[in-house]
């Protein structure tokens, strides 16, 4: 089965090296997708991507620190709330979410293959149900 988490930027000629490395020894967890699902283009603060991915601020903070130090994301001041930070993508997080986004769109593609259209179609209505009654979904970018 297609792995999204390792191949999004494992090998993805856009992504650094350093970042490519990474995913590719499997360092990159399911932990780190939530930045890639729930931070908005805009940027996002860290109690909404808490929120968003069902996770505490604390455990938000240490992956956004994470990622972070991979430059994928840069804190920076919120224009709205001078007390407040926000959350925004880096060029190199950019080029992350677009090889995540192809990733995901080539499991897709590998599965429909492998399980045939109309298997494939009644899993995808299944797991938009099972999502829509996902509040953590509903919010995303």
Known sequence: ???????S?????????????????????AAHIHITRHLSRQGSRLTELAERANM???AMGDLVTQCQAWGLVRREPDLQDARARRIVFT??????????ELAVTQAEHA?????????ATVVSLGLEAYAGGYSGL???P
Do not use: I
């Not at 089965?1 to 191949?7: A, D, I, L, W």
């Not at 992504?15 to 360092?27: E, H, K, M």
């Not at 599965?111 to 298997?119: C, K, L, M, N, S």
């Open 138 to 140: 509903e919010s995303g």
């Open 91 to 100: 060029d190199t997080g950019l080029a992350w979410l677009r090889a995540f």
């Open 56 to 58: 505490s601020k604390q």
């Open 111 to 119: 599965f429909r293959q492998e399980v045939g259209a109309d298997v």
């Open 9 to 29: 930027a494992a090998h993805n000629v856009e992504v650094p090296l350093a970042l490519s490395n990474l995913a590719g020894r499997g360092q990159v967890s």
């Open 1 to 7: 089965m297609y792995n999204v988490e390792r191949h």
